[in-house]
């Protein structure tokens, strides 16, 4: 049976901080990829494969962080 997780706004920013972090992480492993393909402890191919790898995993974090912030936007009711 599947639940769907309500998140409280604290929880919401809670998560989205969380998230944030995540992502400050991974742009700084990109810049060791990016380091070690200049010291030529990576060959071209690795440091290529493993920047898709973060560029995907960036798109994986951004559409988490839209949807959190989507997610703490009140909705509109229609009230007749």
Do not use: W
């Not at 049976?1 to 700084?28: N, P, T």
């Not at 402890?41 to 989507?70: F, K, M, P, W």
């Amino acid at each position: 049976m599947y639940m769907k997780l309500r998140l409280d706004s604290r929880s919401r920013r809670d998560h989205a901080r969380f998230v944030l972090q995540a992502r400050g992480s991974l742009f700084e492993l990109n810049t060791q990829i990016v380091n070690c393909e200049r010291l030529v402890y990576l060959d071209c191919d690795t440091a290529a494969e493993l920047t898709h790898r973060i560029a995907r995993v960036g798109e994986l974090i951004n559409g988490t962080l839209r949807y959190l912030s989507q997610a703490a936007e009140p909705r509109a009711t229609n009230r007749a």
